[in-house]
């Protein structure tokens, strides 16, 4: 167990809607990383927050957004849903802001099936 | 930009065999290299990393790779594998002489250890 959590393990809902995936990071840990993996494009780095502050972009989509709150938690809200966006989702902390030596540990994931 | 390949898709051994599972990477400036290991419906766990120093690195569960420069390669190995490591394994790399902390991820290579 990694100490990263994830909610919900599951999630299935239609096209046109909008999903929120929670992460709450390791103890002590101030970076948040989100990632999609997919059987077409293989783990993809979406966001990275650190301490409240956006620090890092990937491939994410204009509809998808993140936000990391005071506690450190942070949601990844995916909105507009389609067929493509069915993934696996994962978030992943670090004690740092990422750089260097900082290793990210990864939460179980989030199951997202759009229909 | 930084990009990893794991050029097998799958990788068959016997049980108490030797196993290698290949990574080669491309960085600009100095590589720091990860590998992570995922079993199936778990996240992404932790196996070890080099950052700097010996070419040998040792991780968990009897796990160990090799950083090689001038073949831009970081080969996970283990001396005798066993059943229960049967799973995806991914290499990763963070460029270190790149202020980005974005971390690239090979397309895995599923192991599959026969009794």
């Known amino acids: 167990d990694s100490g990263v959590t994830q909610t919900p393990k599951h999630l299935i809902t239609a096209t046109g809607q909008r999903v929120t995936l929670r992460c709450s990071p390791r103890s002590g840990d101030l970076s948040v990383y989100w990632y999609q993996q997919s059987l077409d494009q293989g783990l993809q780095f979406l966001i990275q927050y650190y301490n409240g502050e956006e620090r890092a972009k990937g491939n994410i989509l204009e509809r998808f957004s993140a936000q990391q709150f005071p506690d450190l938690h942070s949601e990844l809200n995916l909105s507009s849903l389609e067929l493509g966006d069915s993934a696996l989702y994962f978030c992943a902390s670090s004690v740092g802001g990422g750089g260097g030596t900082d290793t990210q540990y990864f939460g179980p994931g989030t199951r997202l099936t759009v229909l | 930009a930084q990009s990893v390949a794991q050029p097998e898709d799958q990788v068959n051994v016997a049980e108490g065999n030797p196993l290698t599972v290949k990574c080669t990477y491309s960085v600009s400036g100095n590589p720091y290299l990860f590998w992570y290991v995922q079993y199936p419906n778990r996240g992404l766990q932790f196996l070890l990393k080099?950052?700097?120093?010996?070419?040998l690195v040792k991780g968990s569960y009897g796990f160990e790779a090799e950083f090689n420069k001038s073949q831009t390669s970081f080969h996970l190995k283990k001396p005798s594998a066993l059943v229960s490591d049967s799973a995806l394994y991914f290499c990763?790399?963070?460029?270190?002489?790149?202020?980005?902390?974005?971390?690239?991820f090979g397309g895995g290579t599923r192991l599959m250890v026969k009794p």
């Open positions: 990763a790399v963070r460029d270190g002489g790149n202020a980005g902390n974005m971390l690239t």
């Open positions: 080099y950052i700097t120093g010996d070419n």
